[in-house]
Structure formats: C-alpha cells, structure tokens
C-alpha cells in the first residue's frame, strides 16, 4: 500500500506543478488588472503599487517567485483584502463550505444508496419507476431553480426555516442549503447504485448465494451492495472536491460566506493570488480524495491490489 501511495503522489505532484503554471499565466492573460477597479491613479503611483506586489518584473522571474513561494507554503497576500494573506483568507472562510459539503455528501450517499438498492430490488416496477422518475428530474432542475423555490415554500410562506444567512452554523440556518446541494447528488447516487446493483444481482456468485438458501437481506448487504457501489466510490472522489470547495449558487442564494462565493468575486476582482490559492486548494483536495477513492475501492475488490 505505501508502495502504491507513493507512486500516486510521484504523479500527483507534477500534476499539481501543472495546475499552478497553467492558473498562473491564464490569470496573467486575463485583461484587466486588480487595480482597475479602484480609483483612477496616477503613473508614479501604480508604478509604486505594482513593484510592491512585484507586478513591475518580467511574467517568467514572477512565475518563479511565486512557485518558490508555494514551496514555502506562503501563497501571499491578497491584492484587494488589505492586511490579510490568501491563507487567512482560506482558513477564515472553509469551515462553511466544509460544513455545507460534508452533509450534502452524507446526506446524499445515504439516502441516494436506499432509493438505488430499491429501485433495483423492484425493477421495472412502481418504486423503481418513482425514484427514477426523481432521479431525472433532480438531475434536470438546476440548483437556483430549486434554490429560490425551496425559499420561497418554507421561508416566506410557511416561515418554517430562515431565508439564508449562517448565523454560526445554526441548524435552521443549514437545512435550506444542504437540502439543495444534496439533491442533484442523491438523483446521481441513487442511478448509480441501481445500475450497479441490477448488473451484480444477475451475476453467478449471487445466484449461488441464493441457491444456498442464503436471506434476502444478507445477499444484498453483504455481497451484492459491496460490489455494487464500485462505480460509485470513483464518484465520490471529484463530487466531494466540489460540494467541500463551496457553490457559487447557494453560497449567493443563501447569503453564506463560503469558498465557492469568494472565489467568483475573487476572481472578478482580479485578486491573483486569493484565485490561485483557490485553485491550488481545488486541484490537491481533488488529488487527495481520488487517491482515498482509489483506496476504498481496493478494500471493497478483492482483485485490486495496491502494490
């Protein structure tokens, strides 16, 4: 196993080094400047504020500063937030994201799971036509259609949740929000498992389990829904990248100080090194968690071997 975790990180790095480089120039390739938005200076002075963030050298001398800063771990400071650097920036504002993602996911595994082994227990018939029939409709129905409906119901009309806002993570304040991220993933999750599972149920070494007089229940949880999930553990990986690292949509909707909605105005702003950070952050959560998927996946399948 560690010879296998090693040699994933020896690819992981040089795929990381890459995110950065592209990031970086494509940033810099962008019109504009952060400092457009401000204030109308004069030539001295934006001369002055561009040497004081190094703006003034040439792209490629740039390019190697800031790759020998990331190095150091320093991603530096933020062109537009005054006094602070990109990682207070990172640490102040993920913990909502984190907190949102990681109960949309677990919320959408679990339920998602149940409705696929269901609808693939009861194939072709009305449940499996039901969860279906809102599999595809959660798939369809994007998430600020379903937001500011969701709102509109239980926040306006019937006063039942808050309209938004975080209110230190309160769990009224949660409910809206992890209800609409957590729905396109359980119409996702929910099809996945019902493929799986109806490819493993017709398999031989469920057939002999049946033949053996094993129980309904033991075949499905202990050997059927073990290989069923296969394709859904290489799901999970980039879904939870994405739900962890915030959505602009609901972070907007729901007025929540989240990563997803700091980035876009980051990057609107032209704020370089906030986006970067931003993204190096993406690009090795994701690295991460396919290597954990990778994983999971072997201690699921007997036939992997991580060597």
Not at 70 to 77: A, K, T
Not at 100 to 114: D, F, H, N, P
Not at 134 to 148: K, L, M, R
Request: glycine fraction near 10%.
């Amino acid at each position: 196993m560690l010879r296998f975790i090693g040699r994933r990180l020896f690819v992981a790095l040089p795929t990381l080094f890459l995110v950065v480089t592209v990031a970086f120039f494509m940033m810099r390739a962008a019109p504009g400047s952060p400092f457009d938005m401000d204030r109308k200076l004069s030539p001295e002075i934006e001369r002055n504020v561009l040497a004081r963030y190094g703006m003034d050298r040439p792209l490629g001398e740039q390019y190697v500063t800031y790759v020998r800063d990331v190095l150091r771990g320093d991603f530096g400071p933020s062109l537009k937030y005054k006094d602070k650097t990109v990682l207070q920036i990172l640490q102040e504002n993920y913990k909502v994201s984190l907190i949102l993602g990681l109960s949309a996911i677990t919320i959408a595994a679990g339920v998602g799971v149940t409705l696929g082994v269901l609808a693939a227990l009861r194939q072709n018939g009305w449940v499996d036509v039901g969860v279906m029939g809102v599999a595809i409709v959660g798939v369809c129905i994007p998430t600020f259609v379903i937001a500011p409906l969701l709102v509109l119901l239980f926040g306006s009309i019937l006063q039942w949740l808050p309209n938004g806002g975080w209110n230190g993570g309160a769990i009224g304040n949660l409910v809206l929000p992890v209800t609409v991220l957590a729905l396109p993933q359980v119409a996702i999750i929910s099809r996945l498992t019902r493929a799986g599972m109806i490819e493993v149920l017709q398999s031989n070494y469920v057939r002999t389990a049946r033949a053996k007089g094993l129980p309904a229940r033991t075949i499905v949880m202990k050997h059927a829904l073990r290989a069923a999930i296969l394709p859904l553990v290489s799901y999970l990986g980039p879904a939870c990248a994405g739900l962890l690292t915030g959505s602009l949509v609901v972070e907007k909707i729901f007025n929540l100080p989240g990563l997803g909605k700091f980035f876009v105005i980051s990057a609107l702003q032209r704020d370089y090194t906030v986006v970067m950070g931003m993204v190096i952050f993406y690009a090795a959560l994701i690295l991460f968690l396919n290597l954990v998927a990778d994983l999971v996946y072997a201690l699921l399948d007997p036939r992997v071997r991580l060597s």
